[in-house]
């Protein structure tokens, strides 16, 4: 078992930047796979980005060349960097850790609790 808090959500200016951190309660070194989701008021949660413990990375369609994950397993955390911030980014943002399903796609059995990101236009 893991608990997961996220830290770094907050109100931003179209085309500006955030940095979200998640840390476990544990080593992250042995966790299969930790991603980012986020829901919208009215939407479904989505798979924004996530990372394989051996670097693996994959991103939604609506955020590559924009978000950045890293992880640093020394200190159980990991980060999205989020530029050129857009209105339709505003959405709770979540932590999660589970198993790779496939190359896009992946299980979550432990979540954060959220962190609200809102983008001003």
């Known amino acids: 078992q893991v608990q997961l808090v996220e830290s770094g959500g907050g109100l931003v200016q179209a085309g500006g930047s955030l940095r979200l951190s998640c840390a476990a309660s544990?080593?992250?070194?042995?966790?299969?796979?930790m991603g980012w989701y986020r829901q919208a008021p009215g939407k479904q949660r989505e798979l924004v980005a996530m990372?394989?413990?051996?670097?693996?990375?994959n991103y939604g369609d609506s955020v590559k060349g924009r978000f950045t994950t890293s992880r640093n397993n020394a200190e159980n955390t990991i980060y999205l960097q989020m530029n050129s911030l857009k209105p339709e980014d505003t959405a709770v943002y979540y932590c999660?850790?589970?198993?790779?399903?496939?190359?896009?796609?992946?299980?979550?059995?432990?979540w954060g609790q959220g962190t609200q990101v809102t983008v001003s236009s």
């Open positions: 990372m394989s413990g051996e670097g693996y990375t």
């Open positions: 544990r080593s992250i070194s042995s966790i299969n796979v």
């Open positions: 999660a850790a589970g198993y790779i399903l496939s190359i896009t796609t992946m299980r979550a059995d432990y």
